[in-house]
Every structure is written in structure tokens, then in C-alpha cells.
């Protein structure tokens, strides 16, 4: 029985560099994105390329515009994007058209502060629809002079607290 346990603690030794490496190679093959403000001071959405802002205006439309590899505002081009929010039972279906810079919503948000939002943004006529789905927060962060959805802070602190 003592040679078997050697033989897998011996084992467990050897391995264990091996499981970390792979556990720090599979970390860092993922794409970290850290919170950026977009543009307008909205929330930079990382899932579509090039990257979005999904900005919430002062009258409750939400504001969506194209950005660069530098964060920075380019003009619309032949994207197509629709956003679904809101209660299930009642879901508000926004569709969008160009306005300046940006493509603005046809209707205002649902009332309410915690707002369950599918985004869908197609990038070119033939490319493929991508789907978003996020929380719009739209509650002040305690921390900023942002709101929440749209907050840059760190807030694993305030998690770990929890």
C-alpha cells in the first residue's frame, strides 16, 4: 500500500506545475476587457467588432455608435441593430436609424432602473448577427459620475464585501 501512495503523491508533484501552466496559459488566451468609457460616456460593448457604445440619452433612447480601433467615434455605415427590453410580457422592441454620428432608438426605454436588454447588431448586410444581452443599470454608481451601466470603477472590492 505505502509504494501506491508514493507513487501518486509523486505524481500529484510532477503534474502540478504542468496544471498551473495550462491554467495560466487558458487565463491569459482570453480576452480581458477592462471598462472603458465610450465616446459619450456610455459602455463600450467588446462582443461585436468593430466595437459599439451603447449610450442611454437623457430622454431614455439608447444611443449606439460605431467606434474605431482607438475608441474613438467613426461615421455609420450598413450596420443593422434592434434592441428587445424590458418585462418578457410586455418587451419594448426598438429598431434604429442614423442621426449624426450615432444610430439613435425609435421608442424610450420601459420605465424602471434595472432594465434586462438583448441587443442584436449586425456589422455588414451579409455578416452575421450578433447578440448582446446585458443589464442596463441605469442607477448612479456610488463611486463616479457615472451611471452604473455604464461605470469604469473597480467594483470587485465592493464584491468580495458582499
Known amino acids: 500500500m505505502k509504494p501506491n501512495l508514493l507513487l501518486v503523491i509523486a505524481s500529484s508533484l510532477l503534474l502540478a ?3 498551473v501552466a495550462e491554467k495560466d496559459k487558458h487565463d491569459h488566451d482570453h480576452d480581458h476587457h477592462h471598462a472603458m468609457a465610450g ?3 456610455g459602455r463600450v ?5 468593430p ?3 451603447l449610450f442611454v440619452t437623457k430622454d431614455r433612447k439608447i444611443q449606439i455608435t460605431i467606434l474605431s480601433e482607438e475608441g474613438k467615434a467613426v461615421a455609420p455605415g450598413d450596420q443593422s441593430i434592434s434592441v428587445i427590453c424590458g418585462k418578457r410580457t410586455a418587451p419594448t422592441r426598438m429598431s434604429f436609424e442614423k442621426k ?3 444610430f439613435i432608438s425609435d421608442k424610450t426605454l420601459p420605465a424602471g432602473m434595472n432594465i434586462p436588454t438583448v441587443v442584436q447588431i449586425k456589422m455588414t448586410a451579409d455578416g452575421k448577427k450578433e447578440t448582446i444581452r446585458l443589464n442596463l443599470n441605469l442607477e448612479d454608481c456610488p463611486t463616479c459620475d457615472s451611471l452604473e451601466y455604464a461605470c469604469t470603477c473597480d467594483h470587485s472590492e465592493d464584491e468580495e464585501k458582499k
Do not use: K, M
Open 17 to 19: 506545475p504542468i496544471a
Open 39 to 41: 465616446p459619450n460616456g
Open 45 to 49: 460593448l467588446h462582443d461585436v467588432d
Open 51 to 53: 466595437h459599439v457604445e
Open 100 to 102: 449624426d454620428n450615432s
